[in-house]
Structures are given as structure tokens and as C-alpha cells.
């Protein structure tokens, strides 16, 4: 059966490698998205800028991410989709090293514009293609959630080694407040070897880009049948407002986990609990890494019940650790990290789960798959600056009053989607009655 066929390669074990492939495309995605955080203090001393511009950076290369999942559904229309990862994640693996080389925050910022651009067009491009190899079965989404979870791991990881120790004001002890507004050079010239981490993170890109690049001349020689092609038919009424319910759904709590992590640190120091930077540290690593196990549980969970089942579970569990982080978050260090982590338990497997529902119940395309991780990139963002916000102007507390009410929309939306699931199946078996004459 051409190339593959004569090294004895069978069909199904090409389709493995090239599903582990894809999850290692998610896990590049998720190395990438974390390096930015345990970096920024090295970078800010590389440019010498104020905390408030470094800052921005993850800022706007979330929001180039966001475009760029959209950008997906017309370029792949042109382009090949394994020619189209080949190419994002070889300019990414470019533009990552642009970023610690240079020493203009603004030659950075353009190079960080380009890098979420170019990773939300492979973003989109992964789980589409999941959804292609995926064969209606619901644990590549899952494995492709942990693959990105894993990578969220190993970013910190492998930059710890390279930062360096930095005391912003330790030079400055005989200063005065108006000097110190305006020094620029927070380090005092301190050296940092965050480009190391930096060569790393392109060198396991271009690896990537290799591996795509062999998969890409295999399937051009083997081309898949036509018969195990999957029809594309246009959506019905029905289905079209389900989908809208779905990306509602993932807006609002795709990536609610992350921006949870991302403001655990802030609740502990303002809440009357004056948590030390460096156990508040420890704590949202260790809540990263339940939502690694929550992942891998939903792998598990998922060849023993339904999708439903898991996102019913899911979000029962969301609602309950919401309510009792609201009474007991500020009354003891305990109850914080033990709810807290059950909450990383139970939004672990909730976007994988929502996708995987789609493809038990409706179908996925490109498009649909643009939509979705738009959603997801999006709704993490604005989430994020909105439940920061109110946490500013009113009380820390509102983390989990926001935490609380977005569960409760949550549940309200999936009680929405199953029923319009079942209207779906029901206008399908009657379509297939009336096609096979069947009574």
C-alpha cells in the first residue's frame, strides 16, 4: 500500500503514530503558552522596562492566539493541514527565540504578536484533525488535554534552571522615591541565561517540525480512501443552535481552571488569610499538576461512561467546591488548598469532555473546531481581566463568588444543550426512518 505499506506498516498503527504525533503538536502548545509567566522578571531586566509593560506581553500574544484560531477555517481551505502545522510550528520555533535575543520589549511584543498568531492557527489545526483520526471515539480529546497539560508542566520546568536570582530593589537601598520612579533598569545589570530555555523550547519545535514534515510525505504517498473520508453535510437549524450553547459553554468555563491558577496567588496575599509568596507558589503548582491527574482521569472515566455522564459529574462537582470555597477560603490555609484542588479535579476533563460530547452527539468540521478554541482562547482572557477587576475594586472574595455564579451558568447551559441533544437525535432517527422506509 505505497511507502508505509512496504516498511509493513499497518493502517491502524500509522493512525496511532500520527495521533501521538498531534498530541505532541497540543503538549508544543501548552510549553509555549506557559514559558511566558516564570520568565517575565528576566525578560523585563533583558528590556528594561517597568513591570507593567513586560506585562502586557502574554497579553498580546493571547489575544494574536485568539485571531489566529479563527485565521484557521479560510487558510486551511488553500493549504494542507499537516503542511499548515509544519509551517506554524516552524515559525513558532523561530519566533520563540526572537523573543529572549533581542533587547527591545517592542521587537518582542511583534515577535510574541507573530508566535500567538502562528499557535492558534496550529491550535485549531490539532483538534480539527483530532476530530478527523478520532473515529467518533471520545479519548483522543482527552489525551490531547492532558497532552497540553503536561506541557503546562514542563515550560516552568525547564526554565527554572535558567532564571536568574534576581532582588529588583537590591541596589538600591540608598535611593530616593523619585529615582526610583525613574530608573528603568530593574536588575541592575544582572546577566540571565533565560535564552538557554529559549534554544530548548525552538530545538523541541523543530523536532516537531521534522516529524510533520515525514507524516506529511507519508500521507501525500498513501492517500486515504475515499471511502474512509467523512461526508460533510450542512448543519440544521437545531444543530446550529446546539453549537451556539456549546461555545457559549466553553466561554465561559473552558478555560476557567487556568484563570483560577492565575489568580490564586493574588486572593492569598490580599485575603485576610496574608499567605507568603512562596507557599501561595507551591499551592498553584500543585493545583496545575490535580489538573494534570483530574486529565488523566478523564481518560480513564471516559471508556466507562458517557460524555454526559462526565460533564454532569463535572460541574456538580464545580458547584460544590465553588459554594464551600466562598464560606471557607479566608477562614483557614486548609480549606483553601483542599478546595481549591478539588476544584482543579473537576475542571480538568470539562473542554475535552464538551468536545468529545460534540462528536457523540452532533459532529465536528474545521469551522466548528475554529469556533471552539476561539471560545476557549477568548473566554480564558476576558474571564481572566474580569474576575481580576472585580477582585481590585471590591473584595478578593470575589473570586469565588465569580467561580460560584459561573458553575450555576454553566449548569443552566448544559441542561440547555442536553435537551436540544436529544431534539438533535430524535430529528436524525426520524430522517433515517423516513429514508429506509422502516416503520
Known sequence: MGNLGQLGVKPLSCRYLELALLLAVSGFDGLIDSCFGPS???????????????????????GFKTAGSVLYVPVHAVINVYTLMMVCVLVSSCLVLVIPLCSSFWVAAAASSGLGLTEGVASSAFVATTGELSQESTIPFHLMGLAAGAGHILGPLIISPFLSSINPHGNRSNTTADELEMTTDPCGGSDS??????????????????????????????????????????????????????????????????????LLLLFGIHSSLHMPETTLSLMTSSFY????????????????????????ACLAG????????????????????????????????????????????????????????????????LVAVAIGQLMSVFEPQMLHYSLTTIALIQILLFLCIFLLGKLVRKGTEEEYTVLTGSE
Open 193 to 262: 541565561n533565560i535564552t538557554y530555555a529559549y534554544v530548548i523550547f525552538a530545538s523541541c519545535g523543530l523536532i516537531l517540525v521534522i516529524l510533520l514534515a515525514l507524516l506529511r510525505y507519508g500521507r501525500k504517498n498513501n492517500p486515504e480512501p475515499e471511502s474512509c473520508k467523512k461526508k460533510d453535510k450542512s448543519f440544521g437549524k437545531l444543530e446550529l443552535i446546539l453549537i451556539s450553547f456549546l461555545a457559549s459553554l466553553m466561554f465561559i468555563g473552558g478555560g476557567t481552571n487556568f484563570v483560577y491558577g492565575s
Open 289 to 312: 499538576t490535580v489538573t494534570v491527574f483530574g486529565r488523566v482521569g478523564g481518560v480513564f472515566v471516559s471508556w466507562v461512561v458517557s460524555q454526559s455522564c462526565l460533564i454532569t
Open 318 to 381: 464545580l458547584l460544590a467546591a465553588s459554594v464551600l470555597l466562598v464560606f471557607t477560603a479566608e477562614s483557614s490555609l486548609l480549606y483553601l488548598w483542599t478546595c481549591s484542588h478539588i476544584l482543579a479535579l473537576f475542571y480538568a476533563p470539562i473542554y475535552a469532555a464538551l468536545i468529545a460530547w460534540c462528536v457523540e452527539n452532533v459532529r465536528l468540521n474545521d469551522t466548528v473546531c475554529a469556533i471552539f478554541t476561539f471560545c476557549d482562547i477568548a473566554g480564558t482572557s
Open 40 to 62: 517575565l522578571q528576566d525578560l523585563q531586566c533583558r528590556y528594561s522596562v517597568s513591570v507593567q509593560t513586560i506585562s502586557t506581553l502574554f497579553p498580546v500574544y493571547a
